[in-house]
């Protein structure tokens, strides 16, 4: 246990309810402390750091998988709620906008003149999902062929 890390607070809990707190700085076991001006919220910013910057590969890649697991579950939620408002028959419509400026020189801020495009797709996600389940038949037709003309 070489690399054994402990986090503790009681120290800077004392120094943060004076109005001066203090800085320590350990690098290459040269220890180094620093006096300087409170200015509140001390041991809330300490506990962030150390939680923060001591995260193992294992915590890290929990933590990630947590987030992502929040964002499936929180985009799921959206899409049932749009199911239910749209009474099952969602359509969907996608704009995409481009703007293209035209500039005198790299170095202007200001365009001499602007473009812009906007392009528009539609479909009803009825559609959308008979399309994909074609497209999946088809793909699974031409696996099956595949397999059989070449013997695998």
């Known amino acids: 246990m070489e690399n054994e890390t402990k986090n503790v607070f009681e120290a800077e809990e004392e120094i943060c309810d004076a109005t001066e707190e203090?800085?320590?700085c350990n690098c290459e076991n040269?220890?180094?402390k620093t006096v300087y001006q409170a200015d509140?919220?001390?041991v809330e910013a300490i506990r962030a750091a150390y939680d923060t910057a001591e995260e193992s590969p294992k915590e890290k890649l929990t933590r990630k998988c947590r987030e992502v697991k929040e964002v499936c579950l929180s985009t799921a939620d959206r899409l049932i709620d749009d199911w239910k408002k749209t009474e099952g028959k969602p359509?969907?419509?996608q704009t995409t906008?481009?703007?293209l400026d035209i500039y005198k020189d790299p170095n202007d801020?200001?365009?001499v003149d602007t473009f812009y495009t906007e392009k528009i797709k539609?479909?009803?996600v009825r559609t959308l999902a008979i399309v994909g389940t074609a497209a999946f038949a088809v793909m699974c037709t031409a696996e099956c062929i595949a397999k059989k003309?070449?013997?695998k």
């Open 22 to 24: 203090i800085s320590v």
């Open 30 to 32: 040269n220890e180094q």
């Open 40 to 42: 509140g919220g001390c």
């Open 91 to 93: 359509y969907i419509k």
């Open 97 to 99: 906008t481009c703007r």
């Open 109 to 111: 801020e200001t365009p």
């Open 122 to 124: 539609t479909c009803s």
């Open 149 to 151: 003309l070449f013997g």
